[in-house]
């Protein structure tokens, strides 16, 4: 007869959090998505998406008119300071509406206030799942309900990532990658009760003697007393044997199920998003890609965001002005690489020294306009 128990544990300083368990069917592989927000349980999902938002509302955010010589800064308005009017700010309502456009594909908002002109200058965002989007099939124009309630078209405002052709709605990246996401969402929940209460009986204690349930049961709370910490010693009588049971949790492809999904979850926002986020993607890193993360996360990952959210501001604004991001901020590197980078904008004429002084947070100075003047002025000392 054997008897199976668990590891004896001591937790009197130190309460475990409560740990997901299997659904009714007795597995981990149902996870419930239907809250894009639940995906966000997934760290490599949480990373990829708030690195993305918080760059893109964390960039400095300009206006212009005209090009080239022409071009020059303009005042920001209103709905490029505090959108929602709500005091939070520019930077706080764009980290709400990138990880709309990141978990659903679809950013929603009410017009609650226009310009003489007609440009929205307020925008309230609607939480998505609030909101319902189709095309009337007489008119083919946007319908929308709001929580429930029909919204006048006029007042509703809406943009959309992952557009596909005869959709109103954009589409969701944790809807099609659901599969995925819910594999790396179940293997943590797993993981999580294999190291709390373990995923198998540590240990069996048999006897060949044969005992009723009492005895057993018996036998087993002695055995277990005597693991809880007495330090005295245990005696078995006839007939008893313990045999330590050890299963690897590698061998139930564990780990590798968590590393597999980790680099998969990450590549839905990007090509190298996995690299960058430090995801072993079954490449090597050398130097040279380390080097590069900064205009790799540009060029792969962040830059079409930028390009959206450009537009969207620029459709915003009067005619003839456009938004634009400062993407040199996101590609600031070691001083030795951005003083060689300056000095060749400067000795090319791509820029003046005002700029760089600028761009580095120091103070104009009086020469520092003049595209020759790639160098200070030498002034002469009278001797006399």
């Known amino acids: 007869m054997s008897l199976f128990f668990g590891r004896s544990e001591r937790r009197d300083a130190f309460t475990a959090p409560e740990i997901p368990r299997p659904s009714a069917g007795g597995t981990f592989a149902k996870v419930n998505l239907t809250r894009a927000e639940a995906s ?12 993305i938002a918080s760059l893109v509302s964390t960039l400095p955010l300009d206006v ?11 005042p920001k308005p209103k709905v490029m300071v505090d959108p929602a009017g709500d005091g939070y700010g520019v930077g706080d309502w764009l980290y709400q509406y990138m990880m709309s456009l990141l978990l659903r594909g679809n950013g929603y908002g009410k017009t609650v206030d226009r310009d003489r002109l007609g440009n929205p200058t307020q925008i309230v965002l609607h939480h998505p799942d609030m909101v319902q989007g189709w095309r009337d099939e007489k008119t083919g124009m946007p319908q929308w309900r709001v929580g429930g309630k029909s919204v006048d078209p006029d007042e509703m405002w809406h943009r959309r990532a992952y557009p596909s052709a005869g959709r109103l709605l954009g589409l969701s990246p944790v809807e099609h990658h659901a599969g995925t996401i819910g594999l790396g969402i179940a293997a943590s929940r797993f993981g999580m009760q294999w190291f709390a209460d373990g995923a198998h009986p540590s240990g069996m204690l048999t006897n060949d003697q044969g005992l009723d349930p009492k005895q057993a049961a018996t036998a087993k709370a002695r055995f277990l007393a005597a693991l809880s910490g007495s330090r005295e010693p245990l005696v078995l009588g006839k007939g008893w ?36 986020l430090g995801y072993d993607s079954g490449g090597s890193m050398t130097y040279a890609n380390v080097e590069q993360r900064s205009l790799d996360l540009l060029t792969y990952a962040i830059d079409k965001w930028l390009v959206r959210g450009e537009e969207m501001f620029t459709s ?3 005619e003839g002005q456009y938004a634009k991001f400062n993407r040199a901020a996101l590609s600031r590197t070691d001083l030795l690489t951005r003083t060689r980078a300056h000095a060749m904008a400067l ?10 002084r600028d761009l580095e947070d120091l103070g104009p100075v009086d020469w520092g306009d003049d595209p020759t003047a790639a160098e200070p002025p030498k002034v002469q000392v009278d001797d006399k």
């Open 40 to 51: 966000l349980q997934k760290v490599a999902v949480w990373t990829a998406t708030d690195l």
């Open 64 to 74: 212009y008119v005209g090009k080239g010589k022409s071009r020059r800064e303009m």
């Open 241 to 276: 044997k313990y045999q330590q049971i050890q299963v690897s949790a590698n061998e139930s492809q564990f780990l590798e199920t968590q590393r597999y999904t980790a680099a998969e979850c990450a590549r839905i926002y990007g090509p190298g998003m996995p690299e960058i």
């Open 316 to 318: 915003l604004l009067p």
């Open 347 to 356: 000795q090319n004429r791509w820029t003046v020294v005002n700029e760089v």
